[in-house]
């Protein structure tokens, strides 16, 4: 499983020969300003929830590549009304096998309202497994004791976590979060790209190594492989 960074809380992998692309959110992010939206691939793209910071550039892809939204029904339901047909709805606690694995929508405590106002049913994350990996994507979200269930039944190979605190977790829940999902490799999103969530990257790091955990802090346009 390949995964890159695009910058906030915007993530490709790749898993099972296909191109997933998480809360897509470019073309208005001076940090990502070197990424190219027109040439990102993408077969999925899967949604945490409405916020203009993780849907701003979903409507773009999808009408290029043609690739499927998998989101909340609400959202899901939204995009259909934009004449994109290629959607999937689910709701929390429920899975789904697509052609590179299957992908569980569950809880995060946040908000969720589309750019035009309309609900945008309760906010989630995805488990994305794959053959080989299985990677937590939690979305926006707070430290909730729902993530000791994620802990109990699942297998994460890598979680990717929010740090930014003020609108998610920070750090230090963030390393309680990697207990309670039993995950002790964290990749970090949704710092740093407003004022309000930046944060100081030795000192996270070092909050997470003394929890005895890992955290990535990716360069935005860069890949590792899990
Ligand atoms: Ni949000
Ligand atoms: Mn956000």
């Given at each position: 499983?390949?995964?890159?960074?695009?910058?906030?809380?915007?993530?490709?992998?790749?898993?099972?020969?296909k191109?997933?692309?998480?809360?897509?959110?470019?073309?208005?992010?001076?940090?990502?300003?070197?990424?190219?939206v027109?040439?990102?691939?993408?077969?999925?793209?899967?949604?945490t929830?409405?916020?203009?910071?993780h849907?701003?550039?979903?409507?773009?892809?999808?009408?290029?590549?043609?690739?499927?939204?998998?989101?909340?029904?609400?959202?899901?339901?939204?995009?259909?009304?934009?004449?994109?047909?290629n959607?999937?709805?689910?709701?929390?606690?429920g899975?789904?096998?697509?052609?590179?694995?299957?992908?569980?929508?569950?809880?995060?405590?946040h908000?969720?309202?589309l750019?035009?106002g309309?609900?945008?049913?309760?906010?989630?994350?995805?488990?994305?497994?794959?053959?080989?990996?299985?990677?937590?994507?939690?979305g926006?979200?707070?430290?909730t004791?729902?993530?000791?269930?994620?802990?109990?039944?699942?297998?994460?190979?890598?979680a990717?976590?929010?740090?930014?605190?003020?609108?998610?977790?920070?750090?230090?829940?963030?390393?309680?979060c990697?207990?309670?999902?039993?995950c002790?490799?964290?990749?970090?999103?949704?710092?740093?790209?407003?004022?309000?969530i930046?944060?100081?990257?030795?000192e996270?790091?070092?909050?997470?190594?003394?929890?005895?955990?890992e955290?990535?802090?990716m360069?935005?346009?860069?890949?590792i492989?899990?």
């Open positions: 499983m390949k995964i890159s960074y695009y910058g906030h809380a915007c993530f490709g992998i790749e898993v099972g020969g191109h997933l692309l998480i809360d897509p959110f470019i073309t208005a992010n001076p940090l990502a300003a070197k990424v190219d027109d040439t990102l691939k993408a077969d999925y793209i899967l949604l929830h409405g916020h203009g910071d849907v701003m550039d979903a409507e773009r892809i999808a009408k290029r590549t043609g690739a499927m939204i998998v989101s909340n029904y609400e959202i899901a339901t939204w995009y259909e009304s934009k004449g994109i047909t959607v999937h709805g689910m709701n929390h606690g899975q789904r096998t697509f052609e590179f694995g299957t992908v569980k929508f569950v809880n995060a405590v908000s969720s309202v750019p035009d309309t609900y945008g049913g309760n906010p989630g994350g995805f488990i994305i497994r794959g053959a080989e990996r299985t990677v937590y994507v939690a926006d979200t707070a430290l004791m729902d993530m000791k269930l994620i802990g109990d039944y699942e297998n994460l190979d890598v990717i976590l929010p740090i930014g605190d003020n609108f998610t977790m920070g750090v230090s829940d963030a390393v309680i990697a207990d309670f999902i039993r002790n490799r964290v990749i970090g999103m949704h710092f740093d790209t407003f004022p309000p930046e944060i100081n990257h030795a996270a790091v070092n909050t997470f190594a003394e929890g005895g955990k955290l990535i802090l360069e935005i346009g860069g890949s492989e899990i």
